[in-house]
């Protein structure tokens, strides 16, 4: 289908982008009152998001996420509701992930120091002169809405980098590495029987692959834990240029030969993902096991009224860049 290359460029803007929201302080007293007949779109555990906060969440997504690669796919003739649907539910989730967590952060008394506080007004400050006059018309948002935006933002942030604080991020080489390598997979005895008698005979690994193989490639990269365990361990005894025996497994079975035993490039990046799902599983545990006992409602009939697709003349794509300039640093991203 057209136009995916949105979907794989969402997964990597960021490891962390969503946070939520707790009860912060709106204003003067006339402002509170101005906004007591503002429609909800969320409720988390008593805390709730309002339509016009909801909103600066959906629209910066419409943007970052309908114009990549240069190409804005909102005006794409092809294009079908899934970048719609998505964005709307991503706005969702990660809203309720924000409350959650804002919730979670108060129950184990997490605030936000005087310092932390003064960043995130100078970044609610900044966000709000970049607002058009159209753009703050049609979002309904005033400075203060936007600090507690952040503020909540920020507090979800400071909870997860204080959950994943003693997470063990040395990662061994060995644990790590990353090999290249050909394969040849066949199904049958029989074929397996004549790959092996080829290969002792002195036959070319790539041309018998070529001739062979009932796998998708012929060349792989590959870490442990991506082969079938027999084959792995294997594999990794292998030095370079030297082939396996044939390997049986549940799948069939599996020659391997070793080009590179270790691709330092891939291994040292593999080293980052490995600590990175030691921190989002450390985080889940917790997150998972209390979110779970939270009640949360969204007001549907609200959010459907809203528009998927970005309004004319509203542009505003900075929430998450604007923050990371004033609060990154001390939030450790």
């Not at 970049?130 to 400075?143: G, K, R």
């Not at 061994?172 to 997979?185: G, K, L, N, P, W």
């Not at 391997?256 to 035993?261: A, D, E, L």
């Amino acid at each position: 289908m057209k136009n995916r290359k949105w979907i794989k460029a969402v997964a990597a803007m960021s490891l962390f982008a969503v946070i939520s929201c707790s009860g912060c302080a709106h204003g003067d007293g006339s402002s509170i009152v101005s906004r007591i007949t503002v429609k909800q779109v969320l409720k988390v555990d008593g805390r709730s998001y309002s339509l016009p906060k909801a909103k600066v969440y959906l629209v910066n997504y419409q943007n970052l996420y309908g114009k990549m690669y240069g190409v804005d796919l909102w005006k794409q003739d092809a294009k079908d509701d899934s970048l719609e649907t998505y964005v709307k539910n991503l706005t969702v989730a990660q809203l309720t992930k924000i409350l959650s967590m804002d919730s979670l952060a108060e129950s184990r008394e997490i605030k936000l120091e005087e310092t932390e506080l003064a960043a995130v007004q100078k970044a609610a400050s900044a966000y709000y002169k970049s607002l058009t006059e159209q753009e703050l018309e049609y979002l309904d948002v005033a400075e203060e809405d936007l600090r507690a935006l952040y503020e909540d933002y920020a507090l979800a942030q400071k909870l997860y980098r204080m959950l994943i604080s003693e997470i063990d991020s040395e990662v061994s080489d060995d644990e790590a590495r990353v090999m290249d390598a050909m394969q040849i997979v066949v199904s049958g005895r029989d074929t397996a029987k004549q790959v092996r008698k080829e290969l002792k005979n002195g036959g070319d690994f790539t041309s018998l692959a070529n001739s062979y193989n009932e796998a998708g490639r012929v060349k792989i990269q590959f870490s442990r834990g991506t082969l079938p365990e027999e084959v792995e361990a294997a594999a990794f005894a292998l030095d370079n240029d030297e082939c396996t025996d044939w390997i049986k497994t549940d799948e069939g079975y599996y020659f391997i030969y070793c080009v590179n035993k270790f691709n330092e490039e891939l291994t040292d990046a593999h080293k980052l993902e490995i600590v990175q799902q030691r921190e989002k599983e450390a985080f889940g545990d917790v997150y998972d096991a209390y979110s779970g006992t939270l009640e949360k409602k969204l007001y549907k009939k609200t959010w459907d009224e809203v528009s998927a697709e970005p309004a004319d003349g509203i542009g505003t794509d900075s929430f998450f860049s604007v923050y990371q300039e004033y609060c990154g640093e001390l939030f450790g991203n």
